[in-house]
């Protein structure tokens, strides 16, 4: 298998978990500032996931960097 069909689909599963984190965020009901001070703790955790995401795609990529071949020891790393 090449590294690069593996790279495309681990990108693609990542595109999806932060496309579904972003439909979990709320509209708040109000025009005002205020009206965000409810939603706080929910963005701060959407902000804390998506730096880990973001962290574990970038290991992704540093990883399949250095790969000339996957097998199965790849897989499992």
Known sequence: MGKGRVEAFTDGVLAIVIT??????KVP???????????????????????YVGIYWNNLHNMFHTVQRVDGRVLWA
Do not use: Q
């Open 20 to 25: 579904i984190m972003v439909l979990e965020l």
């Open 29 to 51: 009901h109000g025009a005002e500032f205020s009206a965000l001070a409810p939603l706080w703790p929910t963005f701060l955790s959407y902000v804390l996931s998506f730096i």
